[in-house]
């Protein structure tokens, strides 16, 4: 059994910053790429940052310069440095990775977190 749990969200100001945390626990063998998507309500899950397991990271447009997303190889553990917050990235953030199991090591799964609301707001 494999869990992704987030942690690290609430309600902020605008321009206020907030930090997401996401464990990956269980039969894992290796974790490749480790992501933070987003939903708003009414809108479609998006993606918002992607790490590899060798570092690499992409961003979508509306957060570049604001998030950072970093990952700790050794914890199984992904992390989201959100500043400069605005009204606009208010949403429901789920933690997803693509990892592989100890009992299936051919095969890579693709697993996601509960959700952790964010949201900003005066």
């Known amino acids: 059994q494999v869990q992704l749990v987030e942690s690290g969200g609430g309600l902020v100001q605008p321009g206020e910053s907030l930090r997401l945390s996401c464990a990956a626990s269980g039969s894992i063998l290796r974790i490749n790429a480790m992501d933070w998507y987003r939903q708003a309500p009414g809108k479609e899950r998006a993606l918002v940052a992607r790490i590899t397991s060798g570092g690499s990271t992409n961003y979508a447009d509306s957060v570049k310069g604001r998030f950072t997303i970093s990952r700790d190889n050794a914890k199984n553990t992904v992390n989201l440095q959100m500043n400069s917050l605005k009204p606009e990235d208010t949403a429901v953030y789920y933690c997803?990775?693509?990892?592989?199991?100890?009992?299936?090591?051919?095969?890579?799964?693709?697993?996601w977190g509960q959700g952790t609301q964010v949201t900003v707001s005066s």
């Open positions: 997803h990775a693509d990892l592989v199991l100890t009992t299936t090591p051919m095969t890579t799964y693709s697993y």
